[in-house]
């Protein structure tokens, strides 16, 4: 008698079906409900896209009589205040960029302190 093709047929179905089940996780949101982590690239463009205008690529352009971000002193809460509600000519971002984008535009800038 031996196997009759149409079962390694069913055969191979099975081990498809179960191939492609090893598919990579969903992200999961976090607990508090806001967006998930901004990634230091991410926040690199952000920059790029929301401040650089007035700040520069390096925080010294001083463009629209803005401040050298390279000599801010200020700290994380008071710049991440900053940048939600705006100062000035300086623009809220509160509804252009989420909490976490807002965070990690503030932490970004850091770099430019010499
Ligand atoms: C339209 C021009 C403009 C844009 C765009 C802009 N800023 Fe500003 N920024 C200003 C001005 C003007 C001030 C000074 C505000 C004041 O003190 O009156 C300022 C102040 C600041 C300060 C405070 C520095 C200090 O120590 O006094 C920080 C930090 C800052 N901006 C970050 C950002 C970030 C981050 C972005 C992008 C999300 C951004 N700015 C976009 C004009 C701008």
Redesign the pocket.
């Known amino acids: 008698m031996g196997v009759t093709p149409w079962r390694w047929m069913v055969a191979g179905t099975v081990v498809l079906a179960l191939s492609a089940c090893g598919s990579e996780p969903a992200p999961t949101p976090a607990a508090d409900g806001t967006a998930p982590q901004v990634s230091e690239v991410q926040a690199r463009s952000?920059?790029t896209r929301?401040?650089s205008?007035?700040?520069g690529d390096d925080g010294k352009l001083m463009?629209?009589?803005?401040?050298d971000?390279s000599l801010?002193?200020?700290t994380l809460a008071e710049?991440v205040a900053?940048?939600t509600y705006g100062?000035?000519?300086?623009?809220a971002?509160k509804g252009a960029?989420n909490k976490a984008e807002i965070t990690a535009?503030?932490k970004y800038?850091e770099r430019f302190r010499d």
């Open positions: 952000l920059y929301k401040c205008l007035c700040h463009a629209s009589k803005s401040p971000l801010s002193t200020m710049r900053l940048i100062k000035g000519t300086m623009p971002q960029l535009v503030a800038i």
